[in-house]
């Protein structure tokens, strides 16, 4: 039996504040906030990505070193990277450039989650 998947996806992080990521993540990259559970420390925000959603979860132990890096298409990763820096946000050094293929942009949560720009300069999408 094939796995019938509905073309959503959520991808969740734990954080150490609900309402502190809540404003950096709608502050900073734009999301929108779609629902909060206080009951159970969860929300979802959606993305400029359709049907794609970042769950964040309140833990006492969240953010770090390892799991999954959210990678995230802009138009301008020079553009993005400026809104970065405004707002103070730690990136992992420079842009890379990958000539011909994607640059590449690693930058941080306040919880210390590693985020990612990319530009695609394939000629797919060039």
């Known amino acids: 039996m094939a796995i019938d998947y509905d073309g959503g996806l959520t991808c969740s992080m734990g954080v150490a504040s609900l309402d502190a990521s809540i404003a950096w993540y709608q502050d900073v990259l734009g999301f929108t906030l779609l629902y909060r559970v206080d009951e159970i420390a969860w929300c979802e925000l959606s993305t400029a990505v359709a049907r794609v959603n970042v769950g964040l979860g309140q833990r ?10 959210l990678t995230f298409g802009v138009v301008n990763i020079d553009a993005a990277k400026a809104e970065l820096d405004r707002h103070n946000v730690r990136q992992d050094g420079p842009i890379r450039d990958i000539p011909g293929m994607v640059r590449l942009l690693t930058f ?9 720009f990319y530009q695609d300069l394939s000629e797919a999408h060039g």
């Not at 006492?60 to 890096?69: D, N, Y």
């Open 108 to 116: 941080y949560d306040p919880d210390d989650n590693a985020l990612m």
């Open 60 to 69: 006492e132990a969240a953010g770090g070193a390892g799991g999954s890096t």
